[in-house]
């Protein structure tokens, strides 16, 4: 499987609620960045963290990192209708290089 | 600014044909990024520049793709020949400092259509 999985695939959630998506990657990383895409659309950069961070906060958004795990996750909180798309963690492996692995993301829907 | 800018929003072309995809990157940024996504594959990183020097190509999937960067405002990729399986959507990105460590900014995307 490749780096940076996320889970689950799909998430539909009234709006209001919590959405929680998960990334497990496999190797050591510089840094993990969290993206959204909207349908037909770029995608859009939400958060990055740090290896040596394990929380980050942007509004609504709380991103954690735990490194011994290899794993983050995204919490959007209150989430609204807009909020609706697809959701990509990237990671950037330790490996002296530079190619940026995305995950195969969630797909988000909240309903009004 | 007015973010990165790619054209053709939209191409449809037949098996065979020549295939250039052009890319403006913001003002400023030196690095560039060339993804294709699909729904079988996700989202795959083609090529990346930085200052207008090739990094890494290493997900080029074949000969037929090439990828120039003749300044800093301006890329091109290009497929020659076309096949139904290039159909995806090609998104180019740019960045500050070395891009791998900096969020990137993405383009609308090019959707390719290869009868």
């Not at chain 1, 906060?57 to 954690?64: A, D, E, I, K, Q």
């Not at chain 1, 983050?72 to 330790?94: G, H, K, M």
Request: charged share 20%; hydrophobic share 30%; with cysteine.
């Amino acid at each position: 499987s490749q780096q940076g999985e996320e889970d689950p695939q799909a998430l539909s959630i009234q709006e209001g609620e919590n959405a929680t998506m998960n990334c497990s990657y496999k190797t050591s990383i510089n840094n993990l960045q969290w993206y959204r895409q909207n349908s037909g659309r770029g995608l859009v950069h939400l958060i990055l963290i740090r290896s040596n961070e394990r929380e980050k906060h942007s509004g609504r958004l709380r991103v954690t990192l735990d490194t011994s795990k290899k794993s983050s996750s995204l919490l959007i909180t209150a989430s609204r209708a807009a909020d609706t798309a697809s959701y990509f963690c990237a990671t950037v492996p330790n490996t002296g290089g530079f190619k940026t692995i995305f995950g195969a993301g969630t797909r988000l829907f909240v309903k009004a | 600014d007015a973010g990165v800018i790619q054209s053709p929003r939209h191409e449809v072309t037949e098996m065979g044909q020549e295939v250039t995809l052009r890319c403006k990157p913001i003002s400023g940024h030196n690095s560039l990024f060339w993804y294709r996504q699909t729904m079988m594959r996700g989202l795959e990183l083609l090529i990346y520049f930085n200052n207008n020097v090739p990094i890494d190509d290493s997900g080029m999937p074949e000969d037929r793709f090439s990828a120039k960067m003749p300044n800093a405002s301006f890329s091109t990729l290009k497929i020659q020949p076309s096949e139904p399986r290039d159909s995806a959507v090609y998104f180019c990105a740019s960045s500050t400092g070395t891009g791998t460590y900096n969020e990137q900014f993405f383009g609308p995307g090019t959707r390719l259509t290869v009868l």
